[in-house]
Structures are given as C-alpha cells and as structure tokens.
C-alpha cells in the first residue's frame, strides 16, 4: 500500500516546527545510511540531541503515532527514531532500499513500512521529489508540508536532487503488527467500511456490531 495523508501537521504545528529547526545543529546524513545506501545519500541530518531538538522530535512523533490514518493503515507495533533531513542545491538520496533491519534501544525493529513527512512548502524549492518504484511504474510525489507519504520498506526509491531552494523532512520506520501487506490493506479497507458505516447507523446496530465483529476478527487472526 502507498497511501499519502494529508495534514499529518497543521498550520500551527508547522510554524512550531520550523522555528525549532532553525536551533538545530546539522551533520553529514551519510553517518545514518546503510553500507551501500551511504554512496548516494547526499543530504544532511539533524542532532536530535539537544533540548529543542528533543522537543521537536516528541513534538513529531506524537503527531505521527497519534494518526488515525495511519494508524489504520499500518496498524503499528513499533516505531524507528525519527530523523530530520535537510537537502539543499546538488543533494539528494539516489536509488536504494531501505534496511530490513534497525537498531531500537537494545533490541532490533524490522521495516514494514517508511514514511516521508514533509516539512518544506513545494513551491520553496524544485526538484527534490520522493520518487517511488511502485505496482510497476516510478512514482514522483511532492506533496504539501505536513502531509505524509507512507509506503512500503521493500520499495526501491530516491530522493530526487535538489535543484533550488532547501528541502526539509522527516523521515521513520513502522514495524507493523500485520506482517503481511494484503491482511494490513484489508483491514484498512474494514476501518474504512465502519467508518462509513458509522455516518449511518448508531454504534449498538446489528450493522455496526458486525462490522466491529468482523474488523477484530480479522485483526486477531492476522495479528
């Protein structure tokens, strides 16, 4: 599934983002990269470490995990750490996949799913597009700041170069409590048909009880 979700941040947040970024303190975004990724990643990461830089990452995460798009769509057990990149004229991240892999604490995540927040206006900068190999085809995506792009970890895809202007986001990984991506798509469809459902029955109708019936069936069976 490859689903982009809108207004993940609002105007609001957004302002409080950026002006937590301007404290931030960049280093090479090669030093996060896999072995063979670190060859075409050409960007720059931000220290997270600081107290502002701390704050914008809570500020973040819980706009992210709290979701409710998102949380149907990937149905999360786990959260990687969120990195902030910042890609300015000539950078960009050329083809790669992402690890199977990441180190979370003490134990290691697998990657069932990426996510690309974006940060910067797209009419700031040109090129700099989250290009996607998708269902066959190469999908370029340059969306609103504060939308989101979510995406499977299997996925081949670059970072286009960056012609003018900075591009800023925030990038993570989900291990999902569904592995497989068929039973995550079908029960995004089933939260899809109860929320539908819901704008036309009460809660205690037989409709609405068999659709949550069926919804954490099918959750437990594939979780």
Known sequence: MLLTIANVLNESVLEQVHALIM???WKDGAETAG???????????ADLT????A????????AVSSNSVLKAAAQPSLFSKLLISKTERGGGYGLHVDNAYMPLGTR????????TLFLSDPGS??????EIEHAGQSLKLKPAAGDLVLYPSTSLHR?????SGTRLACVGW???RVQRPDDRELLFDMANLKAALSKHYQAQSPEMLMAAKIFSNLARRFG
């Open 35 to 45: 072995a063979t990724a670190r060859e075409v990643k050409h960007n720059q990461q």
């Open 23 to 25: 404290t931030l303190r």
């Open 174 to 176: 989900i291990e999902s």
């Open 108 to 115: 290691k995540m697998r990657t069932d799913l990426s996510f």
């Open 55 to 62: 704050e914008l990452r809570d500020l973040l995460v819980h």
């Open 159 to 163: 970072v286009n170069e960056v012609l």
């Open 125 to 130: 900068y040109s090129g700099g597009e989250l």
């Open 50 to 53: 600081s107290r502002t830089g």
